[in-house]
Structure formats: C-alpha cells, structure tokens
C-alpha cells in the first residue's frame, strides 16, 4: 500500500527526466503489442472505419483556432 503518494510522484517524475529516451527499446515495445495484439485477434480491426465518428469530433474540438 502507498502511505505517501506525493513521494511516489516526485521519484516518478525523477526517474523520467534522468533516463534518456530509448528509440530503439519503444519500437521494440510497440512492435511486441502488435504482436500480441495480432495474437489474441483484436488487430486490425474488423472494420476499419468503426469509431471514426467519434475520431472526427474529437479532432474538430481539438483544432479549435482562436480569433484573432
């Protein structure tokens, strides 16, 4: 059980900002979730466009332009 989360953030953060980004471990990572998820048969996706409704709203709220 986690008595201080404050300090369990603070370590967190400090470990993220020492180690430096691994560009070859990530695509090994990302690579191995495909797989897996090819494996278990939940990728690709069916149908490809299943979902894209809520892909389109939430790219129009988010590309919102100020006036100027």
Known sequence: MIT???LLREFE?????TMPAD???N???VQ????EARLLGVWPPADLL?????DLR???AL???PTP
């Not at 953060?13 to 900002?17: D, E, L, S, V, Y």
């Open 13 to 17: 953060h400090r470990q993220i900002r």
């Open 4 to 6: 201080n989360p404050a």
């Open 23 to 25: 560009y070859a471990r």
């Open 27 to 29: 695509l090994a990572i």
């Open 32 to 35: 191995a979730l495909c797989q």
């Open 58 to 60: 939430l790219a129009k």
């Open 63 to 65: 590309n919102v332009r």
């Open 50 to 54: 299943d979902g894209i409704e809520v």
